[in-house]
């Protein structure tokens, strides 16, 4: 009985019913968030392209910019046609570009709400240009659709989390399978490039094929970088488990919460953001883009955050001011966040590939369209098997090269 059971026990066919059976169960889902996520790798420029009457002005000769508050005045004003309410919690900020001729940004998403809105000023005249519905924005739903499928926040991103998650094991299991039954015949004149390139002259069933088993191997490396960092926000032992490797064995601490103190008499105004602003103007030179974060709640403090400019984000560095005084609370230093934060700061210029430039943004497109096309060919192999002889080494129909 034992040598019976021990001789029909077959690894490749276990390999090759969990790879199946986990591609159907999440291939609907990772079809979805790698196709968004392949157009969002190019957010900005997608942006610029149809935005660029209201993200662009033209600078007046020898005029300078308006001030900050009075940039949020006018934002507000827009924002506040476009909401009937600001719940508490809501969060509003400004975004301000170092290029001369970039519209002010001013944001606001209201709390418990899947929508927000970006009202685009002219940062020299007040003008409002544009009042962005994010929502129902192409980039906003697009955005929507790789994190929460257009569902309830909580449970589109369940389910995208756990999609992701069975796609981990879903690759790990393809490259098991993308070798040889022996993988010493990978030394055979030809047998490496026969795995890495597609014949396209084969029949249906084998064609479709070498898509799946051909993308997939160039996409994996990339594939699985991007699975795992986007785990990270779906599941909080990820994050901890990253920070615990990034430190040897170290857990992250709770973050910082900087309070403003409250005065015996309201002192602040539009003065206070301004002359924050000043100071972080001055302590963050060479910045591309300033985000000045404001307060909600009479005890909240008033940020302002600098990103640079090499395009990417994990760089930003942050001070917190008090809403009232404009006195500095607090900081925030690239210098002085330790492996396991800094490795949290990177995780999404990971996630977008920015971390390498626009190499990294065309490998992280390529690898998501790749990946797209994985759920449709893996069906189509599912879907004909009944039709094609089984072969040695491969999957039912394809016979081997």
Same mark, same amino acid.
């Given at each position: 009985?034992?040598? @019976?059971?021990?001789?029909?026990?077959?690894?490749?066919?276990?390999?090759?019913?969990?790879?199946?059976?986990?591609?159907?169960?999440?291939?609907?889902?990772?079809?979805?968030?790698?196709?968004?996520?392949?157009?969002?790798?190019?957010?900005?420029?997608?942006?610029?392209?149809?935005?660029? @009457?209201?993200?662009?002005?033209?600078?007046?000769?020898?005029?300078?910019?308006?001030?900050?508050?009075?940039?949020?005045?006018?934002?507000?004003?827009?924002?506040?046609?476009?909401?009937?309410?600001?719940?508490?919690?809501?969060?509003?900020?400004?975004?301000?570009?170092?290029?001369?001729?970039?519209?002010?940004?001013?944001?606001?998403?209201?709390?418990?709400?899947?929508?927000?809105?970006?009202?685009?000023?002219?940062?020299?005249?007040?003008?409002?240009?544009?009042?962005?519905?994010?929502?129902?924005?192409?980039?906003?739903?697009?955005?929507?659709?790789?994190?929460?499928?257009?569902?309830?926040?909580?449970?589109?991103?369940?389910?995208?989390?756990?999609?992701?998650?069975?796609?981990?094991?879903?690759?790990?299991?393809?490259?098991?399978?993308?070798?040889?039954?022996?993988?010493?015949?990978?030394?055979?004149?030809?047998?490496? @490039?026969?795995?890495?390139?597609?014949?396209?002259?084969?029949?249906?069933?084998?064609?479709?094929?070498?898509?799946?088993?051909?993308?997939?191997?160039?996409?994996?490396?990339?594939?699985?970088?991007?699975?795992?960092?986007?785990?990270?926000?779906?599941?909080?032992?990820?994050?901890?488990?990253?920070?615990?490797?990034?430190?040897?064995?170290?857990?992250?601490?709770?973050?910082?919460?900087?309070?403003?103190?409250?005065?015996?008499?309201?002192?602040?105004?539009?003065?206070?953001?301004?002359?924050?602003?000043?100071?972080?103007?001055?302590?963050?030179?060479?910045?591309?883009?300033?985000?000045?974060?404001?307060?909600?709640?009479?005890?909240?403090?008033?940020?302002?955050?600098?990103?640079?400019?090499?395009?990417?984000?994990?760089?930003?560095?942050?001070?917190?001011?008090?809403?009232?005084?404009?006195?500095?609370?607090?900081?925030?230093?690239?210098?002085?966040?330790?492996?396991?934060?800094?490795?949290?700061?990177?995780?999404?210029?990971?996630?977008?590939?920015?971390?390498?430039?626009?190499?990294?943004?065309?490998?992280?497109?390529?690898?998501?369209?790749?990946?797209?096309?994985?759920?449709?060919?893996?069906?189509?192999?599912?879907?004909?098997?009944?039709?094609?002889?089984?072969?040695?080494?491969?999957?039912?129909?394809?016979?081997?090269?």
């Amino acid at each position: 009985m034992v040598t @019976r059971l021990g001789s029909s026990f077959r690894p490749r066919r276990l390999l090759w019913a969990v790879h199946r059976w986990l591609g159907l169960a999440s291939g609907a889902v990772v079809f979805v968030v790698a196709l968004t996520g392949a157009m969002y790798a190019f957010a900005p420029e997608i942006t610029d392209l149809y935005l660029s @009457r209201h993200a662009r002005v033209s600078p007046p000769s020898g005029a300078r910019p308006l001030s900050a508050s009075a940039l949020v005045e006018r934002g507000e004003a827009a924002a506040a046609r476009a909401l009937a309410a600001h719940p508490s919690g809501t969060r509003r900020w400004l975004t301000l570009s170092a290029e001369p001729d970039r519209s002010a940004v001013y944001t606001v998403a209201p709390a418990g709400s899947s929508a927000w809105y970006e009202v685009y000023v002219d940062p020299y005249r007040g003008e409002v240009l544009l009042v962005r519905d994010m929502q129902w924005d192409p980039l906003g739903v697009i955005l929507r659709a790789h994190q929460t499928l257009l569902l309830p926040s909580a449970i589109g991103q369940r389910v995208i989390g756990v999609a992701v998650l069975v796609f981990v094991p879903l690759l790990v299991t393809g490259l098991a399978l993308w070798f040889p039954r022996r993988p010493g015949n990978l030394r055979r004149p030809g047998a490496l @490039r026969q795995r890495l390139t597609i014949d396209l002259r084969g029949r249906f069933f084998r064609v479709t094929y070498d898509l799946h088993r051909v993308l997939g191997a160039y996409a994996l490396v990339v594939a699985l970088i991007l699975a795992l960092s986007g785990l990270v926000w779906s599941f909080a032992w990820m994050d901890r488990a990253m920070y615990w490797i990034a430190t040897g064995g170290g857990m992250p601490g709770a973050p910082t919460e900087w309070r403003s103190g409250i005065p015996s008499r309201a002192v602040g105004g539009p003065a206070v953001l301004d002359r924050a602003l000043d100071v972080a103007t001055h302590a963050f030179p060479g910045f591309a883009r300033l985000d000045v974060a404001l307060p909600d709640g009479p005890s909240d403090a008033l940020a302002v955050c600098a990103t640079p400019a090499d395009g990417t984000s994990y760089r930003t560095e942050c001070l917190w001011f008090d809403r009232y005084t404009a006195g500095q609370i607090g900081a925030e230093r690239y210098r002085d966040k330790n492996a396991g934060e800094r490795l949290r700061a990177m995780n999404y210029d990971i996630h977008v590939g920015r971390i390498a430039g626009l190499p990294g943004r065309v490998a992280a497109c390529a690898a998501s369209l790749a990946v797209a096309t994985l759920p449709i060919t893996g069906a189509l192999l599912w879907w004909n098997r009944p039709r094609a002889p089984r072969a040695a080494g491969g999957p039912p129909g394809a016979r081997p090269r």
